[in-house]
């Protein structure tokens, strides 16, 4: 629906580039990479915190609501409208590095800045925030991954994005810039403790957006470590695999650890088939002498196809400041994955995750152009194998269904902290494609495929699928921390907590202008 006086407004203050009401970007605003909503009013890209809130005053006042969307790039409707009058918030423009205090250890950047950015403006510093990104950090923004639990190069030794904040600046629904952590501190605001008395800064992580827009992150620094290591180790089934996972993220001694399907490293080919570009990345990310040399043991060894057909491949990257320190990682992690059944093979997929970090997106879609959605949830290591064996045996119940409509099925697991277990199952189905699909893939690889034919067999039965399987983790008491509007979040709380967040979300957004229905949070339809 037009709505001449609002669109107006926006523009006023926004410019007009910066407002846009044209299909293709309504479109794209109103999918994300497993479902689609409405189409939004208008998609407005800010370029400053002081033109965030401005939209979100205009938008309240016209009787709209406020989504952020950051690189976009999640899978759970955490920023796909559920009605008309959403203005959707793209912080894309909000990409700045704003300070880099290389003595403090601290950076702070806007919201929008992907962690590509951070990567390359720390880079000359030698240093880097403990987490420094997902697999997606090429378009995935530090506002999405603080809002939505990102997490991967690591976090097994330093946890999620979330873990490594010191403080924000939001936008909230008044139209107010608030700030946390002590930049909050008038007398000296500088990136410093995010604990000093109650920790705000925790209030608005993980919220998917519910609480505020944010519009600035600080994060602390660390020197990048001298020296890295990796290692590999093949098992003959999930369970074996990820007992040593446990064990390896118990011990403290990876950076990232994580278990890929057969299925997955089947379709690897690497690094003899691989880009030129990815060799290049991995020898430039080799310093050394040694360090090459086992680079070029491991790709001699590892061939074409580093990982064993019809293996559970585990794979770590370790780090510290000594060739010693990093060696004796190693040899702690080969002494725990052997007692476990673990062989070791080529480390080529670590080295190769890390060198050739933020470079493509073309992971949105599989290799054959087929769509993929994932659902993620997190454990302890102790209840790690029952929740395992419980979603193997629920793959069996439907393998006749994911038979009939060609759904495959791949499992990630990893380690966040030496605490939780992480585990993600993806299915896999050849369907047409979604807007954001199109708009992500490099033209290169676009060129090479075909969109297949609309499947809505398949994609009810993978929409069911996820459904099972997050009442089958929410039943083993597994949680989520990427909600959005996918997995129940208030129902699994004791109704004290519930309702203390529910009072939280009334108290801030008494309009329910924030995201609404996120987290399950201030919905109301009627407004
Ligand atoms: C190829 C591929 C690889 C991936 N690899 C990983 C991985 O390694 N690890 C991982 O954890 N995930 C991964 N993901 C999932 C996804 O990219 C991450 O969840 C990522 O952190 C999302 O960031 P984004 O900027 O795209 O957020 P969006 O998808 O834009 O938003 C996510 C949520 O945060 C909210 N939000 C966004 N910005 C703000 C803001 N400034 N203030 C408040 N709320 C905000 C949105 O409303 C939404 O609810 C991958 C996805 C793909 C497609």
Known sequence: MSDPALLDDLRHVLGPDGVRTDPAALALAASDLWTTGSLPRAVVRPSSAAAVAATVRIARAHGCRVIPRGGGLSYTGGYVPP????????????????????????????????????DLALRPHRLRVPFFGTFSGAAATVGGGVSHGALFFGSARYGAAADQVLGLQVALADGSLLQTGCEAVHAAPRALLRGYGPDLTGLFLHDGGAFGIKTAVSFRLMEVPAVQGFAAFAFADLAAASAALSAIARAGIAEEVYVLDPATTGATDLPAGAALRTARALWQATPGFAGRLALLRDVARGGQRPVPVGAWALHLAAAGSSPGAVAADLARARQLATRLGGREVAATIARVARADRFTSLDGVLDAGGERWAAINTKTSHSAAPALLAGFEALLERRSAALATHGVTVTRLASALGQQAFSFEVVFHWRDTWLPLHVATLSPARRATL???????????????????????????????????????????????????????????????????????????ADR
């Open 83 to 118: 009605d008309d009058r959403i203005i959707s918030v793209d912080l894309a423009g909000l990409n700045r590095i704003l300070r880099i205090a290389p003595e403090d250890l601290t950076i702070t950047v806007e919201s929008g800045a992907t962690w590509r950015d951070i």
């Open 450 to 524: 075909q969109e297949p034919a609309a499947n809505p067999g398949g994609r009810s039965l993978v929409a069911e699928l996820r459904e099972e399987t997050m009442a089958l983790f929410r039943a083993q008491g597994a949680v989520s921390n990427q909600l959005g509007r996918s997995y129940p979040f208030l129902e699994t709380l004791a109704p004290e907590t519930a309702a203390l967040l529910q009072d939280l979300k009334l108290m801030l957004d008494p309009d329910g202008v924030m995201n609404p229905g996120v987290l399950g949070l201030g919905h109301t």
